[in-house]
């Protein structure tokens, strides 16, 4: 029997020939990565935003854990792949834009019109960025979310996707969750979380 290829998989391996650094894989998330990742949330999380949706495997899941369409928002910075992400996800708020501008993208489209986020989960490369560039794009981030919120990403790299130094900057703590073999190229889940400002 011939394989099929994932919903989205050629118009993401096209992008990544455009710009492999912008578009941090060859292929779309495995469904053992999305469960990892969604395995992270916390309880009871209703609210979440996906920094980097692809071609939807990670925004697929989401909405199959129960997130509602209206309560989750995806950022995607790359046009081909917003467009896709439109037309297969057309009750879901998808916004194109830059992760670094997160809040003002958010509050203009009435995403936080209903509170924060409880999560935000993210596919972005950021293991390749400058040091200035995951701080904007984190700092962002946790502008977006509740206290005690989750910022749920993956990497392919064995170090963590965050600088120390950034890490130490924004007062985030850092816990390593699956590795998850199953994917392609093998993919480790990080936790962060914004350690509660001294009184």
């Known amino acids: 029997m011939k394989a099929h290829p994932k919903p989205g998989a050629w118009t993401f391996f096209r992008q990544w020939l455009k710009n492999p650094l912008r578009?941090?894989?060859?292929?779309p998330s495995s469904a053992e990565l999305a469960?990892?990742?969604i395995a992270e949330l916390p309880d009871n999380a209703a609210r979440v935003i996906e920094l980097g949706g692809g071609t939807g495997a990670i925004t697929r899941a989401l909405l199959a854990a129960g997130i509602r369409d209206p309560d989750l928002l995806v950022l995607e910075l790359n046009e081909e792949l917003?467009?896709?992400?439109?037309?297969?996800?057309?009750?879901?708020?998808?916004?194109?834009?830059?992760?670094?501008?997160?809040p003002a993208?958010?509050?203009e489209q009435g995403y936080l019109a209903a509170g924060p986020a409880d999560a935000i989960v993210s596919g972005l490369g950021l293991l390749t960025m400058p040091h200035p560039l995951q701080r904007d794009?984190?700092?962002a981030a946790f502008q977006c979310l509740r206290p005690g919120g989750v910022f749920v990403q993956f990497t392919y790299g064995p170090a963590a996707p965050v600088a120390?130094?950034?890490a130490?900057?924004?007062?985030l703590r850092v816990?390593?969750?699956e590795f998850v073999l199953r994917n392609v190229p093998p993919a480790t889940v990080y936790v962060y979380t914004r350690e509660p400002a001294t009184p």
């Open 23 to 27: 578009v941090a894989a060859v292929a």
């Open 35 to 37: 469960a990892a990742m």
């Open 82 to 102: 917003h467009a896709h992400l439109q037309l297969r996800f057309p009750q879901v708020p998808v916004l194109l834009g830059d992760a670094r501008m997160l």
């Open 105 to 107: 993208l958010a509050r």
């Open 137 to 139: 794009i984190l700092a």
């Open 164 to 166: 120390d130094a950034v």
């Open 168 to 171: 130490r900057q924004l007062s």
């Open 175 to 177: 816990r390593r969750g």
